[in-house]
């Protein structure tokens, strides 16, 4: 039995417009998925998803997920234990050599499902390296980070980035621009994330950012001004002190910045009132700065806020279901003790 767990993650700035090439910096957090796999003498798969659902569910099937079980659960929920861990189990058995390989997987998660803090990504990356490892190949994190990817794009029909699992894989912060991607270093910052409870179709939500490119040319112009404002975060990272805490003055420049990126993606067309609510609840409680996270409609915002006062507004912000602090995860994917 090999048990690994992954972070989630959420954006600094650069959702939507690293589609588009522009650079993204995505950063680790410490809420985490994860996945133990046993192998089987057979070939098929059981997976149990404890933790995705407030009932959980037990599914089981073998070849690939074509002919998928009547199970009483949310559609969301069997893709997230069917589609996703299938891609995993497929990319682990192609790593391996093990066509036939079979697995008892459990998947246990504290992070919100579909609410952009890369559930999906974690579950995926947390499987491949269970899975590879319970069969005796483990992958060095460059190609468990590639076949996440793979695996991501498979369920998501070529509309994900690779942002999300190079992130999870890696930890920390990282910098994805197109296929480059590399780790970055960053100070620890202090992370408040508010979640409303829902999620954005994704697809949905990034088609229509297309539209407005391919029609407006000020659209087009504003995903390209998300990339500016990206460079000009990355600059200030890279002078701050990795791993200490970060200075007041950096987190009101980055905090500013975070403020500008919610604007612009909100004028892209891809917030929402729950989402807009908590933002300015963040900044009137005194976070350095706050924006959505993710593909937006609905899910998750994320803010700068050393102190409390963030985190309690949140959770007195109508429309707002949680809240909690999230720590800078250093360490991407790890294995742990079963």
Not at 195 to 216: C, I, M, N, S, W
Request: contains cysteine; charged residues 25%; negative net charge.
């Amino acid at each position: 039995m090999t048990v690994c767990e992954a972070p989630g993650k959420v954006y600094l700035f650069g959702e939507h417009a690293v589609v588009y090439g522009e650079p993204a910096v995505p950063a680790a957090i410490e809420r985490r998925a994860a996945v133990t796999a046993e192998p089987r003498s057979d070939d098929h798969v059981r997976v149990e998803a404890e933790d995705l659902s407030l009932d959980g569910f037990t599914v089981e099937y073998s070849g690939g997920t074509g002919d998928r079980p009547d199970v009483d659960v949310p559609t969301p929920l069997v893709e997230a234990a069917m589609g996703y861990v299938d891609a995993a189990v497929e990319q682990a058995r192609d790593a391996a050599d093990a066509p036939d390989a079979g697995f008892d997987i459990t998947v246990e998660s504290d992070i919100p499902l579909g609410a952009g803090l890369g559930s999906s990504a974690a579950v995926v990356v947390a499987g491949i390296d269970a899975a590879t490892r319970a069969l005796g190949e483990p992958l060095d994190r460059r190609e468990l980070a590639e076949r996440a990817y793979r695996a991501e794009y498979e369920v998501q029909d070529g509309q994900a980035s690779r942002a999300d699992t190079f992130c999870s894989t890696m930890g920390g912060a990282v910098r994805v621009e197109g296929d480059d991607c590399e780790p970055i270093e960053a100070p620890n910052l202090p992370f408040v994330v508010g979640f409303d409870g829902g999620a954005g179709d994704t697809g949905e939500l990034v088609a229509g950012v297309g539209e407005l490119r391919e029609e407006y040319g000020f659209a087009a112009d504003t995903v390209e001004s998300i990339g500016d404002l990206v460079r000009t975060g990355e600059d200030l990272l890279e002078d701050a002190d990795p791993g200490a805490d970060p200075s007041p003055e950096l987190l009101a420049e980055l905090g500013e910045l975070m403020d500008f990126n919610h604007g612009l993606l909100a004028a892209l067309g891809v917030s929402a009132r729950s989402l807009d609510a908590m933002v300015w609840a963040a900044r009137d409680a005194g976070a350095r700065g706050a924006k959505l996270t993710g593909a937006g409609g609905g899910g998750c915002i994320v803010a700068l806020d050393a102190t409390g006062a963030t985190e309690t507004a949140l959770s007195f912000t109508q429309g707002c279901e949680e809240a909690f602090r999230a720590e800078l995860a250093t360490e991407g994917v790890r294995v742990v003790e079963p």
